[in-house]
């Protein structure tokens, strides 16, 4: 059985990347990985959409080596628990994580033989009508969403992928041809290779 590969999905706020991952995990065998945070359930989450830890356990979690990422946000923490990605890799899942740049960093740092995928919407213009669409956010935290985003951009240069986002349905096929062609790339058939190899010594 072929191990699974780690894809890691990230964007600015607006790009539309938890849209697209839902989709693609709906629409195509590939398993998406569940966050943990401290804060606690909004109306209509439960265990299907986040693991809800006390800060407690997260912390000692952090201690024990148990996230492949994690990060404190606006107070607080929130991670990618590294047991049910890797089970599901072993199992020959594809695992899907959505993440910001910040835990994705992490992540290739931790699993360097992942694949890095960025998505953007098709104009810095559109990035911006985007946030202002929301109207939830005062103009101090839409301003500072941006200047996040400007940061956020320039590290995509680190990344393996670009699935720009101009409509939904586009972007959401760009991740699944991303997604297949990924058994034809060489660094996942070396064993198939060395098969070859150990067939001539023999011969």
Known sequence: MKKGKLLVLSGP???GKSTISQRVAQESDIFLSISATTRKPREGEDEN????????????????????????????????????????MEKGK??????????????????????MIFVLPPSLSELKKRLAARKSETEQQYNLRMVKALGEIEAALQYDYLII??????????????????????????NFIQTYIEEEKQT
Do not use: W
């Not at 586009?170 to 034809?184: E, H």
């Open 49 to 88: 959409h986040y693991y809800f830890l006390t800060k407690e356990d997260f912390l000692t979690k952090i201690e024990e080596g148990a996230f492949l990422e994690y990060a404190q946000v606006y107070g607080q923490y929130y991670g990618t628990l590294r047991a049910p990605v890797l089970e599901m």
């Open 165 to 190: 986002n101009e409509e939904i349905e586009s972007a959401v096929t760009q991740l699944k041809q991303i997604i297949d062609s990924l058994d034809k790339k060489m660094k996942y058939n070396r």
């Open 13 to 15: 706020s607006g790009a």
């Open 94 to 115: 594809n695992v899907l994580l959505e993440i910001d740049v910040q835990g994705s960093m992490q992540v290739k740092k931790a699993y360097d033989d992942c694949e």
